[in-house]
C-alpha cells in the first residue's frame, strides 16, 4: 500500500530533491512523516514559513532544479508568500505543498480555512487542491512540470485527509517533462541585428544574467565590435571576472562610465536582461533586444529589433555575420571612465582612508564619528572569500557595496531579492545556498533591519549545522530609505533602528559571533569568520553617512540631499 504523502515524497526524492523546508503540523503531518521516513530528503524545519520559501528559491537558482518548501492550513500557507513571490520575480522553479483543512469542512469558514487556489492565484504558475486519491500523481506531475516550464512557482495543496488516503495499486509513478532545447532566433532577425550592428558608428552592450552561460560568445561580440558592456547586478556571475570590456553597473548601484557609455552610443544592444529601471536606459538610440522570452522584449524601453532566441546559439549564428571593427574610441573612453572612478572607489576601502587628508575632511562631514566604511567591509570579503564561494545579499545598502567592491571571479554565485526588491533574503537564502553544500563557503550581506525582521532564524543554522557566515553592516539605519528620503529633500524620518548588540544575540542563539568597531581589526574578523567552519555573525559597526551616489546625480537629487541636511540639523539643534 501506498498514500499520497508517500508517492509525493517517493517522487521528489528521485527526482533529485534533497531538502524540504517548512515548519510541521496538522495537515501535512503525513507528508512530513513520509520525509522522515526517506533518508533522501532532510527536513529543515524553519522558524518562520518565509525563510522556507526565500531557502527554497535560493537552491533553485544555484540548481536550476526545483526547491521545495511546505507550509500547513492558513497561516502557515500565508507566511510562504513573500518568499514565494521573490521565486517568481526572479524565475525559480519552485514547488510548495501547502495545507488544508480536511475536505468535509473546505467551504465552511472553518478554523484556519483560506482559500488557496485563490490565495496564491498571482504568485503561481498552477494552484490546484487535491481532492482525492486518484488525482495522483497527474496533479503532481502537472504542477513540477509547470514549475519547470515557466520558471516560477506551483502551488500543490493537500486536506488533512488526503495524505494518508491510498493510491491506486495500477497508479504509475510519476513522471516530470524534461527541459526544452534552447533555441537560436530565427535567421531573418539575426540578419536584420547583425546589419544595424555593423552600420552602427558605436554599440553598448548591457548583458544580464540570460547571457552567464554564453561568456565565451559574449566577450567575442564585445571585442569583434569594440563595445563596452554594462552588466547587470545578476551578470556578474561568469561575466565580471577577466573581463576588459565590462564597466560596472547602471542604476542606482552604478557608476559614471555606464552613463556615458549609454550616451554615447548610437545602437544599445540589450542581451538576456531584462533590467526594470525605466529612467537608466539612454533615449533616442536604436536598440537591438536578444531574449529568449518574447514577453521580455520592449517593456522596458522602445526596442526598435527584436531577436527571439537563447543566447548562446544566438550569439553564435550572429557572430559570422558581424563585421570587425577596429576603430576603439567609444570602448577606450568607456574603460577609460570605469577605470578611473574604480580606482576612487578603491581608496574607501583603505582601513587608514579616514586619517589622510582628504579622509578627514570627508569624514568630518559624513563620519564624524569615526565608523567603519561600508565599502571596507564589502572589499575585505573580497579578499578572503573563496573563489567558489556564493554571496547573499539583502535589498538597500548592503547590495550597492557587494554590487561595487566584491568581484564575482572564479565560480562565486550572487543571490538576492533584485526583481522583488524585498527586505530579509539574505540570511534565508544563505541557508538555503549552504544546505545544498555545507562544505562550500556562503556569505550572507544583511542589513541589519533585514536581518532583524526574520532573526529567529539564525538558529536554524546552528540547528541543522550550516556553517553559513553572516555579515551584519550595523548602521543602525533602514538606509536606502534613508538615502531616498534625503535625495526627495525630507529629512530623515523612521528610519533609525534601536539595535541590541547583534553579536551578543547571535551568541545566546548558539553562533560563533564578533562585534567590530574598528577598522583596524576588520580585515582578521573577516578573514577568522570566514575560516570558522561553522555558523559565524559578524556584527560590523558601519556609518550610517555614507552616500552612495547613483552615476550622475540630477540638480534636483543634490539640492533635495542638501535641503534635507539642513532640515536635520536643525531639528536635532
Known amino acids: 500500500m501506498t498514500t499520497v504523502a508517500e508517492m509525493l515524497v517517493e517522487a521528489l526524492a528521485e527526482h533529485g530533491v534533497t531538502q524540504v523546508w517548512g515548519v510541521v503540523g496538522d495537515a501535512l503531518n503525513p507528508v512530513t512523516d513520509a520525509i522522515r521516513r526517506d533518508d533522501r530528503i532532510e527536513w529543515i524545519g524553519v522558524r518562520h514559513e518565509e525563510a522556507a520559501a526565500f531557502a527554497a528559491g535560493a537552491q533553485a537558482q544555484l540548481t536550476g532544479r526545483i526547491g521545495v518548501c511546505m507550509g500547513t492550513v492558513g497561516p502557515g500557507s500565508i507566511h510562504l508568500l513573500n518568499g514565494l513571490y521573490d521565486a517568481k520575480k526572479s524565475h525559480a522553479p519552485v514547488l510548495a505543498i501547502c495545507g488544508q483543512v480536511p475536505s468535509p469542512e473546505m467551504g465552511t469558514d472553518f478554523f484556519q480555512e483560506v482559500n488557496n487556489d485563490v490565495l496564491f492565484a498571482d504568485v503561481a504558475q498552477f494552484a490546484q487542491t487535491v481532492t482525492a486519491a486518484s488525482q495522483m500523481p497527474q496533479l503532481l506531475e502537472q504542477a513540477v512540470n509547470a514549475a519547470y516550464s515557466g520558471q516560477g512557482v506551483a502551488v500543490l495543496t493537500m486536506p488533512g485527509d488526503i495524505g494518508d488516503e491510498e493510491v491506486a495499486k495500477d497508479a504509475r509513478n510519476p513522471k516530470f517533462a524534461p527541459a526544452a532545447a534552447e533555441a537560436a532566433a530565427p535567421d531573418d532577425q539575426l540578419a536584420l541585428a547583425a546589419k544595424v550592428l555593423n552600420d552602427a558608428s558605436a554599440v553598448t552592450l548591457l548583458v544580464g544574467q540570460g547571457a552567464r552561460e554564453a561568456r565565451a560568445e559574449i566577450l567575442q561580440l564585445a571585442q569583434t565590435l569594440q563595445a563596452p558592456m554594462v552588466l547587470t547586478l545578476k551578470g556578474k556571475e561568469t561575466l565580471e571576472q577577466d573581463n576588459p570590456f565590462q564597466i560596472g553597473q547602471s542604476g542606482l548601484i552604478g557608476n559614471p562610465s555606464t552613463k556615458k557609455a549609454f550616451d554615447d552610443c548610437e545602437v544599445l544592444f540589450m542581451i538576456g536582461t531584462d533590467f526594470p529601471y525605466r529612467d537608466w536606459y539612454p533615449k533616442g538610440k536604436t536598440v537591438i533586444q536578444l531574449d529568449a522570452r518574447a514577453e521580455h522584449i520592449g517593456r522596458r524601453t522602445q526596442v526598435d529589433h527584436a531577436v527571439v532566441g537563447h543566447t548562446k546559439p544566438s550569439l553564435q549564428a550572429l557572430l559570422p555575420h558581424l563585421t570587425a571593427r577596429t576603430d576603439d574610441k567609444h570602448l577606450r573612453e568607456a574603460t577609460k571612465a570605469y577605470g578611473e572612478w574604480h580606482e576612487r572607489q578603491q581608496k574607501l576601502t583603505s582601513p587608514d582612508h579616514d586619517s589622510t587628508f582628504l579622509g578627514r575632511l570627508r569624514g568630518k562631514a559624513d563620519n564624524p564619528d569615526e565608523r567603519i566604511r561600508p565599502e571596507a567591509v564589502a572589499a575585505a570579503l573580497d579578499r578572503h572569500a573563496a573563489a567558489d564561494a ?55 550581506n544583511c542589513g541589519d533591519g533585514g536581518l532583524m525582521m526574520l532573526l529567529g532564524d539564525l538558529r536554524t543554522a546552528v540547528s541543522y549545522q550550516l556553517p553559513v557566515t553572516f555579515v551584519v553592516y550595523d548602521n543602525g539605519r533602514l538606509g536606502m530609505v534613508k538615502l531616498e528620503q534625503e535625495q526627495g529633500g525630507l529629512p530623515e524620518f523612521g528610519t533609525k533602528l534601536d539595535n541590541p548588540d547583534l553579536a551578543a544575540v547571535a551568541a545566546a542563539m548558539g553562533l560563533k559571533s564578533t562585534r567590530v568597531t574598528s577598522a583596524d581589526a576588520l580585515d582578521e574578523a573577516v578573514r577568522t569568520a570566514l575560516t570558522s567552519g561553522e555558523p559565524y555573525l559578524l556584527d560590523i559597526v558601519t556609518n550610517p553617512d555614507e552616500i552612495a551616489l547613483p552615476p550622475k546625480p540630477s540638480v534636483h537629487q543634490a539640492w533635495g540631499f542638501a535641503i534635507a541636511k539642513t532640515k536635520e540639523t536643525l531639528e536635532s539643534a
Open 390 to 444: 556564493i554571496f547573499t545579499s539583502d535589498t538597500g545598502m548592503s547590495t550597492v557595496w557587494i554590487s561595487r567592491f566584491v568581484e564575482f571571479r572564479g565560480t562565486r554565485r550572487l543571490l538576492g531579492s533584485y526583481n522583488l526588491g524585498s527586505m530579509a533574503n539574505a540570511m534565508p537564502q544563505a541557508l538555503g545556498a549552504q544546505a545544498l553544500d555545507r562544505g562550500r563557503q556562503v556569505i550572507a
